[in-house]
């Protein structure tokens, strides 16, 4: 696999779609931070978002919002509107109590999150900047957003066999294209996703996460992908603000935890799978990342748990 399709099947990546939110002005709601990333789509009407970073952004029709981090945020159809907090306005939802269903202009949203199962969060989701706004289709994978997104209306709008594995197929989808439409949009000049943009850094990040358990040194991943030691270590920190062989310990962690939280393995063999021929040495290394022995991560780790 390409290295973002290693890390996105590492980092467990899932998807909620709320269903289509009908809202009538004057309405307003208040986000409050969360672990999981939000995004917002506009299918008809207008609104105004209250960006992390203190932006506030016009929304027009077909927009789409993401934010990345969870970070608290506001969404509104003016930016003086009385707003409730968002789990306020869910537990009126769910109670079947009508909230915001005046008089006024009527806005419909789709909402939904995107969790990842992994904590820290891999460089790639750090880099992330605290909002993306996705506002023009004019490149191939703006477009495809918007193809996604109407798949995705159409499969709330009529609920059939299988509606719940298309939706969260159809939102996993989506998540990719507004990646990719982010670095048409933006092209980072640093960070996890300007490293996927340089072909020879990109292929050692492959090289790295498809094979955590070869004895990869710093002299062989420049031979691998074609630069001298020096100037492959300077353009890989350049780029991800860490070494070679530090992001190379930090995915073997990784994926040592996915195989502690998803298997029954010996610890030996995670060790042996993750680079380390000495138990011992995975184990030291392992604490130090994590805070706990593997044995301790395993045993007090459910499945699919995340770590605190």
């Not at 004019?138 to 609920?159: C, D, G, I």
Request: glycine content about 6%; aromatic content about 10%.
């Amino acid at each position: 696999m390409d290295a973002l399709s290693t890390v996105l099947e590492a980092t467990r990546l899932k998807s909620v779609v709320y269903n289509k939110i009908p809202l009538t002005a004057p309405w307003g709601l208040d986000i409050i931070k969360d672990e999981n990333s939000q995004f917002w789509r506009l299918v008809s009407g207008s609104c105004t978002v209250g960006s992390p970073d203190g932006r506030v952004i016009e929304m027009k029709e077909g927009d789409f919002i993401f934010v990345p981090h969870g970070s608290a945020h506001w969404i509104a159809d003016k930016p003086t509107s009385l707003r409730m907090p968002s789990p306020e306005f869910v537990k009126a939802l769910r109670a079947g109590i009508p909230v915001f269903n005046g008089d006024g202009e009527k806005t419909i949203l789709i909402a939904g999150h995107f969790e990842f199962d992994y904590h820290p969060l891999h460089p790639f989701l750090k880099d992330l900047p605290p909002i993306i706004h996705i506002r023009q289709y004019v490149t191939e994978n703006q477009l495809l957003v918007r193809q996604v997104a109407q798949l995705m209306l159409e499969e709330l709008n009529n609920e059939r066999p299988g509606s719940s594995i298309m939706l969260k197929c159809l939102s996993e989808m989506m998540f990719v294209h507004v990646i990719r439409a982010y670095l048409e949009q933006v092209a980072p000049e640093s960070g996890y996703l300007s490293a996927l943009n340089d072909p020879r850094i990109s292929k050692a990040l492959k090289l790295m996460q498809d094979s955590p358990q070869n004895d990869w040194t710093l002299e062989s991943l420049a031979s691998e992908i074609g630069m001298s030691r020096s100037v492959f270590f300077n353009q890989f920190k350049k780029l991800m603000h860490e070494t070679p062989l530090s992001y190379l310990t930090n995915w073997r962690i990784r994926m040592a935890q996915k195989l502690l939280m998803t298997g029954d393995s010996k610890i030996s063999e995670i060790a042996a799978k993750s680079g380390y021929q000495s138990e011992a040495a995975f184990n030291r290394i392992f604490k130090s990342k994590t805070g706990q022995t593997p044995a301790v991560y395993r045993r007090v780790k459910p499945f699919g748990g995340k770590e605190s």
